[in-house]
């Protein structure tokens, strides 16, 4: 088992107690549950921050030996039937970090077909770890990104396109569908932006995105049945993506000399490619589902990170968040692989013609 301090410790539990109370906006008597994928520690210290907020707080354990294709249907009815006011699923995957790609099909079903249709809070944590906790992301002020991401969500209201340049290559337009919205995981109180039940954020928290999906009925050509899964909305994409940092689902840093690319066209990701073969396996997952569902894969997020306690460390949900950078993710069924892009510059064009510069070289405007 990890090891803590009992100074770091106290450290998380104040930190994870300012999350509570500033993005998920909690008061005393409200309801909490903690999901435990591997990090006891961490659980451990959400117990402990819940209680000094005197929340009302259970927990919950998810103790396969295997990576998940399914979560428990016990915890799926526990949310549905006594759904609390908020919580957090901690899954740490130091362990066994090819289990993170694994399980990406089990935790978009957990948050598309459960999450959201409950009116919960929920903190989602895939590849969390002690270090993030302890020296990283999650020692950010809460207070502040929850206000900073708010004044950055109202400069990309009525956005109708964006193009993205940067250094390492990457060079792309995208076209905003009027249904799509940007949204924070720096204030998670429900309902989302969509009007869904629930709302979910990550925790290290650190970004605004867009991003929408529908539950749409497919044929798994595997098994030749029917399956209700969560389908992205497509957005309209055109260029290269040059992913020169780290990617979701790969427990490591892009080799900067031999990224990884990815070309859209009509918002259709038409090519992915790398000269690094330990990257095979991004493409297996991303073809494999092709595969699978038949559907193409579509351009599925546009992110934007904020948090300057982030660092590289080659786990997306904590580079995602470092303030500089912004990340596009393809996605299709049970899939979704964000991709992260260095110093970016980032120009918004507005439904009534006008445009902004919001970033340059990985400075916010």
Not at 45 to 61: D, G, H, I, P, Q
Not at 115 to 139: C, F, K, R, Y
Not at 321 to 340: E, F, Q, S, W, Y
Request: charged share 30%; net charge neutral.
């Amino acid at each position: 088992m990890e090891k803590i301090s009992g100074e770091d410790f106290g450290k998380v539990v104040k930190k994870l107690g300012e999350f509570m109370k500033y993005c998920q906006r909690l008061k005393p008597n409200d309801t909490y549950l903690i999901v435990d994928r591997d990090s006891p520690l961490l659980a451990k210290a959400a117990l402990e921050a819940a209680k000094s907020l005197e929340l009302r707080v259970s927990t919950f354990k998810l103790a396969a030996n295997k990576p998940y294709r399914h979560f428990p249907k016990k915890l799926i009815t526990l949310l549905h039937e006594k759904t609390p006011k908020a919580g957090m699923g901690l899954f740490n995957y130091s362990r066994n970090p090819d289990w993170n790609l694994k399980e990406v099909g089990a935790r978009i079903e957990l948050l598309h077909q459960t999450i959201e249709q409950v009116p919960v809070s929920w903190a989602h944590s895939p590849g969390i770890t002690l270090d993030m906790a302890v020296n990283g992301p999650l020692q950010c002020d809460y207070s502040r990104m929850a206000e900073e991401s708010e004044r950055l969500l109202r400069k990309l209201r009525n956005v109708g396109r964006i193009h993205i340049t940067a250094p390492g290559g990457t060079d792309i337009e995208v076209e905003m569908p009027r249904q799509l919205k940007f949204d924070t995981d720096c204030v998670i109180v429900p309902p989302n932006v969509y009007g869904y039940s629930g709302k979910f954020g990550n925790l290290p928290v650190g970004e605004v995105w867009s991003e929408k999906g529908e539950i749409i009925v497919v044929i798994n050509k595997e098994t030749g049945k029917e399956e209700s899964q969560n389908y992205p909305v497509k957005q309209g994409a055109d260029g290269t993506l040059v992913c020169d940092v780290s990617v979701g689902g790969y427990q490591g840093r892009i080799d900067p000399e031999k990224p990884l690319t990815a070309k859209f066209k009509d918002g259709i990701l038409t090519d992915l490619h790398s000269e690094d073969r330990k990257l095979d396996c991004i493409r297996a997952d991303i073809f494999g589902s092709q595969k699978r569902y038949g559907l193409p894969t579509v351009l599925e997020e546009v992110g934007i990170g904020l948090n300057d306690k982030a660092r590289v460390t080659g786990n997306l949900l904590e580079d995602e968040k470092i303030r500089g950078t912004c990340h596009l993710a393809p996605g299709n069924i049970r899939c979704h692989v964000d991709m992260l892009v260095d110093k970016p510059t980032i120009t918004v064009c507005y439904v009534d013609g006008a445009t902004k510069e919001i970033m340059r070289n990985g400075a916010l405007a």
